[in-house]
């Protein structure tokens, strides 16, 4: 079965720094683009970070340009999503997903509070 499993989520204050993971089975996970969504309550879920298949290339939004990276591990199947300088405005639920050319998976998403 495919699973994208994440972690690493939490209570955080403003400024602090969080790493989530994404652990990927079942699929061919070096075969597939990923990227990271979040979805505020009330609000459209929001692309906010991808990376190619080798790693080789990455895009963020302007919201989180410059405080986000995006990495991927293929010899582990995981990716990562380092969150630097938080702000209450990136409070959300984070999902993070798999693409090629067939196929798509979303992971179950973890919550993210940014909080004083």
């Known amino acids: 079965q495919v699973q994208l499993v994440e972690s690493g989520g939490g209570l955080v204050q403003p400024g602090g720094s969080l790493r989530l993971s994404c652990a990927a089975s079942?699929?061919?996970?070096?075969?597939?683009?990923m990227r990271w969504y979040r979805q505020a309550p009330g609000k459209e879920r929001e692309m906010v970070a991808t990376?190619?298949?080798?790693?080789?290339?990455?895009n963020y939004p302007d919201s989180v340009k410059g405080r986000f990276t995006i990495s991927r591990d293929n010899a582990k199947n995981t990716v990562y999503l380092q969150m630097n300088s938080l702000k209450p405005e990136d409070t959300a639920v984070y999902y993070c997903y798999a693409s090629n050319l067939w196929y798509t998976y979303w992971g179950q998403g973890t919550q993210v509070t940014v909080s004083s």
């Open positions: 990376i190619t298949s080798a790693g080789g290339s990455t």
């Open positions: 079942g699929f061919s996970f070096s075969n597939y683009a």
